[in-house]
């Protein structure tokens, strides 16, 4: 029913910029919240930023302050501006959306995930 597409990853240099996005396509009535994830090797996967649909941030701590998450509920698309990046914030970054209302029931999906790679 739901199919997340995320894009922006790629090869970066310490202190530079990617900006992410993922769209949401498929029948669905509502998103109740979309938020990315990252998984870097050898370590658990963990939330990065989530926003809800009414604009509802947050942030891991080691993110605060060099990422923003953004949302337009009307293209059911997600983004997250990542400056002042970081070699620990190399990673698979995950899109997800959370609380998907299909008929009588709500339902997570993910993306397939996009590399981000930076470099020291």
């Known amino acids: 029913q739901v199919q997340l597409v995320e894009s922006g990853g790629g090869l970066v240099q310490a202190g530079g910029s990617l900006r992410l996005s993922c769209a949401a396509s498929g029948r669905f009535f509502s998103i109740n919240r979309m938020g990315w994830y990252r998984q870097a090797p050898g370590k658990q996967r963990e939330l990065v930023a989530r926003i809800t649909t009414g604009g509802t941030e947050n942030y891991a701590d080691s993110v605060k302050g060099r990422f923003t998450i953004s949302r337009d509920n009307a293209k059911n698309t997600v983004y997250l501006q990542m400056n002042s990046l970081k070699p620990e914030d190399t990673a698979v970054y995950y899109c997800?959306?959370?609380?998907?209302?299909?008929?009588?029931?709500?339902?997570?999906?993910w993306g397939q995930g996009t590399q981000v790679t930076v470099s020291s």
């Open positions: 997800n959306a959370d609380g998907v209302r299909i008929g009588p029931g709500k339902y997570d999906y």
